[in-house]
Nanobody, 127 residues
Framework: QLQLVESGGGLVQSGGSLRLSCAAS????????IGWFRQAPGKEREGVSC???????DYADSVKGRFSVSRDNAKNTVYLQMKSLEPEDTGIYYC?????????????????????WGKGTLVTVSS
């Protein structure tokens, strides 16, 4: 079964940290661009970060300097390290995978039709 599974969400106080994981099963992530997205209550889903198959990264302005995305192809897993969390970071975090040409700017990954989606993990930041 081809799937992505997120983990690592939870309840954290403002200023705290969490590390989310996105593990793939049934396929290898090596050739995929991975996007992290989030959806806050009552809001539309938004792109948070993308990492290309070669390790290039992109971040939404709202998380630059606080979030860091990385990948471990040997573990078939992508990580999102989140620091200095704010209540505005609260939401369900999803990872998604897409085969994206390296000729396309990485930031376009937020708008691509993804091949695979995880079911999400809830992050709650209390003030």
């Amino acid at each position: 079964q081809l799937q992505l599974v997120e983990s690592g969400g939870g309840l954290v106080q403002s200023g705290g940290s969490l590390r989310l994981s996105c593990a793939a099963s049934g396929f290898t992530l090596d050739y995929y661009t991975i996007g992290w997205f989030r959806q806050a209550p009552g809001k539309e889903r938004e792109g948070v970060s993308c990492i290309s198959s070669s390790g290039s990264t992109d971040y939404a302005d709202s998380v630059k300097g606080r979030f860091s995305v990385s990948r471990d192809n040997a573990k078939n897993t992508v990580y999102l390290q989140m620091k200095s969390l704010e209540p505005e970071d609260t939401g369900i975090y999803y990872c998604a995978a897409v085969r994206m040409s390296t000729l396309v700017p990485l930031r376009a990954c937020y708008y691509y039709r993804m091949d695979y989606w995880g079911k999400g993990t809830l992050v709650t930041v209390s003030s």
